[in-house]
């Protein structure tokens, strides 16, 4: 059961929730547990079953694929007011996850069972809109993610993805890495090779971008 401003929370988040009538949205509190979820968790891992659908009021998710050697590729993050796709996928589907979520920050989460997913599907119509319309932003998503990967080098990725990025970036090299399915080693190089060049300043756990048009330029040849 959520309290008042819990609940206050989650129909700002999620406005859709709002077309409910009254006698359904009581039942959807009533049926909701809040999570709070420490930085670092493994919120769900590969071949794990679907607890619910959770409805994301702070923090965020990365959702990764990796291999056993330990290479990641982050495939999108998950923050406040959104969900995850694959949560989704699974609930509709009746299947395991097939990717990691890790909490980056702690997370605070409203769990919808399982029925009251389906029960929002097919009844609330603003509802299944939301779930659509986040599996088409996703899909475009992961389109220009397999397009980078497939047809870009990576110090062209490793620009872009510094200059999406507030500077000064704080991150490791590790971090920058793991976002790029590389090795520590690799991205350290390409990172010496933009500070050489006076794109970057490196500085220890963080990155001052120095000039963002020779990077936005070099991410795009």
Not at 106 to 128: Q, Y
Not at 175 to 183: Q, R, T
Request: hydrophobic residues 45%.
């Amino acid at each position: 059961m959520l309290d008042n401003a819990t609940q206050s929370r989650l129909l700002q988040l999620y406005p859709m929730l709002r077309e409910l009538p009254a006698a359904e949205l009581e039942s959807l509190v009533a049926s909701a547990i809040v999570m709070h979820v420490p930085a670092g968790t493994v919120v769900f891992d590969e071949n794990q079953s679907c607890q619910g659908f959770p409805l994301l009021l702070s923090g965020s998710i990365r959702v990764i694929k990796s291999t056993p050697s330990g290479r990641e590729l982050q495939l999108y993050r998950v923050v406040s007011g959104e969900s995850c796709i694959l949560t989704s996928s699974c609930l509709l589907g009746h299947t395991r996850y097939q990717a990691r979520g890790i909490a980056e920050q702690t997370l605070e989460i409203v769990l919808l069972p399982a029925s009251a997913f389906h029960t929002l599907l097919g009844n609330c119509e603003a509802f299944r809109n939301y779930v659509f319309h986040l599996f088409s932003d996703r899909i475009t998503d992961l389109m220009q993610l397999v397009s980078a990967v497939a047809f870009q080098k990576l110090d062209q990725r490793l620009a872009k993805l510094l200059i999406n990025k507030a500077s000064p970036v704080r991150a490791t090299h590790q971090a920058l890495a793991d976002e790029l399915g590389s090795a520590r080693e690799i991205v350290s190089r390409l990172l010496k090779g933009f500070a050489e060049q006076g794109w970057v300043k490196l500085g220890r756990e963080q990155i001052e971008i120095a000039d963002a048009a020779s990077l936005k330029k070099f991410s795009e040849l």
